[in-house]
């Protein structure tokens, strides 16, 4: 594919999406199905900042002790890699992104550069999961992976943050018509066909 990702003639055949869920809600394995599915990439926020952290890279050790807190990386620092990333050309053919905007600030930013680029969203894919399922979830994640930020103190903490920041943004989005709720629980192919059959519905 070119260079030319925010080209508006293949912009009408583009898949763009988000997908919003609280952490354990199993966004990760979704969109890399979805992914998949539509032909797109997986953007995943905190898949990149995991993998700078493990590289030592400059960006890692700046968002290493935040991370591993639970607490949001500062939107400046996000919202660079985000805008950086969107011009790599396999964007061209759309995108799914996992874990941003996680923030007010953050919406705005990714609306400006659509904007900028002529670009829009599809949908949201919002990923429904209760609390204990997706505690239980995530403590088995840590356990297997020994991710540094799924502690029982950090995993409270996100769970929090999660809350007051970025399930606000439903609202946003719910209020432009893009929202599209999914239940989160059961097999994982079974969510996929949800959120496929739910997405095709939209
Ligand atoms: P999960 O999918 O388990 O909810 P992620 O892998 O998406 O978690 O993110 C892990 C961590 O990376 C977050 O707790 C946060 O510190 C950081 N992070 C990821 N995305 C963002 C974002 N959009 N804004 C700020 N911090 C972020």
């Known amino acids: 594919m070119s260079g030319d990702s925010m080209n508006s003639e293949k912009s009408s055949t583009a898949t763009r999406l988000l997908i919003i869920g609280a952490p354990g ?5 979704q969109a890399a199905r979805l992914a998949e ?25 700046k968002v290493q002790a935040i991370v591993e807190s639970g607490s949001y990386v500062p939107d400046s ?17 759309g995108f799914l992104l996992d ?7 953050q919406v705005a930013e990714l609306d400006k550069l659509l904007t900028a680029s002529g670009l829009k969203l599809d949908a949201v894919i919002q990923l429904e999961a209760d609390v204990d399922e997706v505690v239980t979830r995530l403590r088995a994640r840590a356990l297997e992976q020994g991710r540094a930020d799924d ?3 950090v995993l409270r903490h996100r769970q929090d943050v999660y809350a007051e920041q970025t399930a606000p943004l439903i609202d946003v ?30």
Do not use: M
């Open 151 to 153: 502690t029982e103190e």
């Open 25 to 29: 809600a199993g966004k990760g394995t």
């Open 99 to 105: 874990g941003y905007p996680r923030t007010t600030d």
């Open 37 to 61: 599915i539509f032909g797109i990439p997986a953007i995943s926020t905190g898949d990149i900042f995991r993998s700078n952290i493990a590289a030592g890279t400059e960006l890692g050790k």
């Open 173 to 202: 989005y719910g209020s432009r018509g893009l929202v599209v709720a999914v239940d989160g629980l059961g097999a994982v192919d079974e969510v996929t066909e949800r959120i496929v059959s739910a997405l095709a519905a939209h």
């Open 77 to 93: 620092v996000t919202n660079e890699l985000v805008r950086d990333r969107l011009t790599e050309s396999d964007t061209a053919a």
